[in-house]
Structures are given as structure tokens and as C-alpha cells.
């Protein structure tokens, strides 16, 4: 029986609140991991008005200089304007970092511990991931999320190279598409939200978004007299960013993952080492999950791997094809289990994850995205092989 219904995500841009304390702990990150592969790092951002708090823990041998850290991620978002409350020059910073507590160390290091059970690594913390693919676009993920993502990444290239001289940093797109089944037949909305300047008018920026962004990015076949455009829907947004609103490390987890489609398990990515599964975890069952579906198995997946602090497998694995798969869910779960190794330190190895390359993981979502390990489809062969070997 054909379902008709309508399905909507968001993206947000590089200044929005959460974002700037999203990057800000990642760059923290990254800074940490350049100097020192084993740095353990768990940085949580706060911004809000002219104020930058760091909190959390961190244990290494680098000696990043946070405070310049903190003001050049915030020059790169575009923070620098004269009017600007927050920004990149002014800002006052706070910081709260202390040491990782040596009991969840132990649980976490390759030694033998009283109690541990083992002397492999163990998983930094117990939770569940999600990882998450499909056939509706040729990044294998959900149309919505990734239409959002585009508007908003050409939000910012225009802002960058001056066309637009009057958008500011902060900014939010949301796209609602109309499914037949598990095909898009249409756009039924599109919001975009932008900071701007004071003296441009409202109607000005409608035109132009619609024209130079809407246009130029979503596939025009989707677009028709009947699609609802709402830009800037408010009438006005001048004040935007930290200094309009408080921003949280970690508080945009369905615009980092895949939009609402695939579940999540609630832990967040962004400023964490990936000795912490809630982020290499994920990353693995994306990785997963994208190259069954390239593989041919199935036109859509999700996959499910929970994990206990200090133990080195998971302790459940689920697949699902809802359906879709050319072979049975029990079979594509006994061929992935061969063909990769779901152990934390393992995944650090397959995806060689001890590299600063997380604060190019920030912005547009974790998933999709060209370049990043977890999106190569390099996998296909090994799976079926072991699909035929069942």
C-alpha cells in the first residue's frame, strides 16, 4: 500500500550558539591531538554575550594555548564585525578544564585493573550508537538532511566571498519533502533564517535568498507552485549569535547525525576523543551501515551497537533493513560482525580516528560528508564475501 507523507529536517549555520561552542571544543580537540596521539579529551563549551566558558576534562602531554585557541575558531566562524557582542577580539574567556578522573582511565587503558576483567581497552563510557544509510542521494542519506546541510554551507560561501556583505554568521535552514513510499516527489517547504545588517530590508533578503541560495542548490524538478517558501519568516533577525543566545557543546545531535531519520543513542560528538564510543561508535555504525547499502544488501539500514564502560565488545549488535534487504538482517549481521571488529580500540585502528581532523567534522553534519574515514565505501567486497561464506 502506497504512504504519502511529508518529512523534515534542519541544519544550522557555522555562527549559530551551538555551533560556534560545538567547533570551539572540537579545535580544543584537534590542538590536543596534533601535539599528542593519546591525548583523552572531553572539552564542553558554553558561550553566551561576550563569555566563553570551558569545562571538562582533559589529560595531555600537549600544552595548548586555549585562550588563542578560543579567539582564532571564533575569527573563522566570522565573529570579528565592530557591532558584533560576541566577538572573536573581546570575548572573555574562563577556564574550567581539569584532569580525566583515573577511575574511568583505568577503565580505558590497556592495562589490567582490580575488577576490570581485562587488560584490553575498554569502551570510555556504556550507551548505544546508531549508525544510519539509504538511497536518497548519492551520499546514501536522507534527502531532507542533506538539502539543509547545502543551504546552509552556500549561506556561508556567500557570506565569505562578499556577495553577501549583509549576512551575518548565525543561521538555520529546514527542508519538509513529500515521500511517496521511500521516494521524493517533491518540495513541500523550505525555511531559511539569516542574521543580516540592519539597513537590508526584508524584502530584499527574501529575493535574494530565493534566487542566489534556494535555487542554485535544491534540485529544481522538486521545486513547484505549490512549495512554501518562508525566509526569515520572523521579519527581522539582527541580533544572532551568542550574543542573541546561549550556545551548548553537543545540543545539535540530530543535525549532526542524519536529521531524525535514524535514531539516536544521546550521546554527543563534538570536543570528545575517540576513546569515547558515544563519537567512534557512531562513526563505526555509520561506516557500517553505508557500506551494506553500497554494497548492494540493502536500500536502507540502520544498525545498533551498545557498549559497557571499561569492556572491550559490545554487548549487543542489531541490524535492521526494514525490510529492504536482499538477504536476511540475521545474515548481515553475522558477515559484518566477520568483517569488521567493533572493539573501541579496533575502530581507532580501521579508521585511524588519532588524527586532528575533528573540527572538519563540525559543521553540515558528521555524515555525508566527502573526505572523512567513516564515509569511504571500501568495505562492499570484504561484506559480501562473507555474506557468501554464511
Same mark, same amino acid.
Given at each position: 500500500m502506497r504512504?504519502?507523507?511529508?518529512?523534515?529536517?534542519e541544519?544550522?549555520?557555522?555562527?549559530?550558539?551551538d555551533?560556534?561552542a560545538?567547533?570551539i571544543s572540537d579545535?580544543v580537540?584537534?590542538a590536543?591531538l596534533k601535539?599528542?596521539?593519546?591525548?583523552?579529551?572531553?572539552?564542553?563549551?558554553l558561550?553566551?554575550?561576550?563569555?566563553?566558558?570551558?569545562?571538562?576534562?582533559i589529560?595531555?602531554?600537549a600544552?595548548?594555548d586555549?585562550?588563542?585557541?578560543?579567539?582564532?575558531a571564533?575569527?573563522?566562524?566570522g565573529? *570579528?564585525?565592530h557591532?558584533?557582542?560576541?566577538?572573536a577580539d573581546k570575548?572573555?574567556i574562563s577556564?574550567?578544564?581539569?584532569?580525566?578522573?583515573?577511575?574511568?582511565?583505568q577503565?580505558?587503558d590497556?592495562? &589490567?585493573?582490580e575488577g576490570?576483567g581485562?587488560?584490553?581497552?575498554?569502551?570510555g563510557?556504556?550507551?548505544?550508537?546508531f549508525?544510519?544509510a539509504c538511497?536518497d542521494?548519492?551520499?546514501l542519506?536522507?534527502a531532507p538532511?542533506m538539502?539543509?546541510? +547545502?543551504l546552509?554551507?552556500? !549561506?556561508?560561501?556567500i557570506r565569505r566571498t562578499?556577495e553577501g556583505?549583509w549576512?551575518r554568521?548565525?543561521s538555520?535552514?529546514q527542508v519538509?519533502?513529500?515521500?511517496? &513510499?521511500d521516494?521524493v516527489?517533491?518540495?513541500a517547504?523550505?525555511?531559511?533564517? /539569516?542574521q543580516? /545588517?540592519?539597513?537590508?530590508?526584508?524584502?530584499?533578503?527574501y529575493?535574494?535568498? +530565493?534566487e542566489?541560495?534556494?535555487? @542554485?542548490v535544491l534540485?529544481?524538478?522538486l521545486?513547484?507552485?505549490k512549495?512554501?517558501?518562508?525566509?526569515n519568516?520572523?521579519?527581522?533577525?539582527?541580533?544572532g549569535?551568542p550574543g542573541?543566545d546561549t550556545? !551548548?557543546?553537543?545540543?545539535k545531535l540530530i543535525?549532526d547525525?542524519?536529521?531524525?531519520?535514524g535514531?539516536?543513542g544521546?550521546?554527543a560528538?563534538? &570536543?570528545k576523543?575517540p576513546?569515547?564510543?558515544?563519537? $567512534?561508535g557512531?562513526y563505526m555504525m555509520r561506516w557500517?551501515?553505508?557500506?551494506i547499502v553500497?554494497a548492494?544488501?540493502a536500500?536502507r539500514?540502520e544498525l545498533?551497537?551498545?557498549?559497557? #564502560?571499561?569492556?572491550p565488545d @559490545?554487548? $549487543?549488535l542489531?541490524?535492521d533493513?526494514?525490510?529492504?534487504?536482499?538477504?536476511?538482517?540475521q545474515?548481515?549481521? +553475522?558477515?559484518?560482525?566477520k568483517?569488521?571488529s567493533f572493539?573501541?580500540a579496533d575502530?581507532?585502528?580501521?579508521?585511524?580516528?588519532l588524527?586532528?581532523?575533528y573540527?572538519k *567534522?563540525?559543521?553540515?553534519?558528521?555524515? &555525508?560528508?566527502?573526505?572523512l574515514?567513516w564515509?569511504?565505501v571500501?568495505?562492499?567486497?570484504?561484506i559480501? +564475501?562473507? #555474506?557468501k561464506?554464511n
Amino acid at each position: 500500500m502506497r504512504s504519502d507523507y511529508i518529512f523534515s529536517s534542519e541544519s544550522v549555520g557555522e555562527g549559530h550558539p551551538d555551533k560556534v561552542a560545538d567547533y570551539i571544543s572540537d579545535i580544543v580537540l584537534d590542538a590536543c591531538l596534533k601535539e599528542d596521539r593519546d591525548s583523552r579529551v572531553a572539552c564542553e563549551t558554553l558561550v553566551k554575550s561576550d563569555r566563553v566558558i570551558l569545562a571538562g576534562e582533559i589529560t595531555t602531554e600537549a600544552a595548548p594555548d586555549y585562550e588563542e585557541i578560543v579567539r582564532k575558531a571564533i575569527r573563522d566562524i566570522g565573529y *570579528t564585525n565592530h557591532d558584533d557582542v560576541f566577538h572573536a577580539d573581546k570575548v572573555t574567556i574562563s577556564n574550567l578544564l581539569t584532569r580525566q578522573s583515573p577511575d574511568i582511565a583505568q577503565g580505558v587503558d590497556s592495562v &589490567g585493573a582490580e575488577g576490570k576483567g581485562t587488560e584490553e581497552q575498554g569502551a570510555g563510557d556504556q550507551g548505544i550508537m546508531f549508525g544510519y544509510a539509504c538511497r536518497d542521494t548519492p551520499e546514501l542519506m536522507p534527502a531532507p538532511v542533506m538539502y539543509s546541510h +547545502k543551504l546552509s554551507r552556500k !549561506l556561508a560561501e556567500i557570506r565569505r566571498t562578499g556577495e553577501g556583505k549583509w549576512l551575518r554568521p548565525d543561521s538555520k535552514t529546514q527542508v519538509s519533502l513529500n515521500y511517496e &513510499g521511500d521516494r521524493v516527489k517533491s518540495i513541500a517547504a523550505v525555511v531559511v533564517s /539569516t542574521q543580516h /545588517t540592519e539597513e537590508v530590508t526584508h524584502d530584499f533578503i527574501y529575493g535574494f535568498i +530565493k534566487e542566489k541560495v534556494i535555487r @542554485p542548490v535544491l534540485p529544481g524538478h522538486l521545486l513547484n507552485g505549490k512549495t512554501d517558501f518562508l525566509i526569515n519568516p520572523t521579519g527581522r533577525f539582527v541580533q544572532g549569535g551568542p550574543g542573541a543566545d546561549t550556545g !551548548l557543546t553537543g545540543r545539535k545531535l540530530i543535525v549532526d547525525t542524519y536529521g531524525g531519520w535514524g535514531r539516536h543513542g544521546g550521546g554527543a560528538f563534538s &570536543g570528545k576523543d575517540p576513546s569515547k564510543v558515544d563519537r $567512534s561508535g557512531s562513526y563505526m555504525m555509520r561506516w557500517v551501515a553505508k557500506n551494506i547499502v553500497a554494497a548492494g544488501l540493502a536500500d536502507r539500514v540502520e544498525l545498533q551497537v551498545a557498549y559497557a #564502560i571499561g569492556h572491550p565488545d @559490545p554487548v $549487543s549488535l542489531r541490524v535492521d533493513t526494514f525490510g529492504t534487504g536482499k538477504v536476511s538482517d540475521q545474515a548481515i549481521r +553475522k558477515a559484518v560482525k566477520k568483517a569488521f571488529s567493533f572493539k573501541p580500540a579496533d575502530i581507532i585502528d580501521q579508521l585511524d580516528l588519532l588524527r586532528p581532523i575533528y573540527h572538519k *567534522t563540525t559543521n553540515y553534519g558528521h555524515f &555525508g560528508r566527502a573526505g572523512l574515514p567513516w564515509e569511504a565505501v571500501d568495505k562492499t567486497d570484504a561484506i559480501l +564475501k562473507c #555474506i557468501k561464506g554464511n
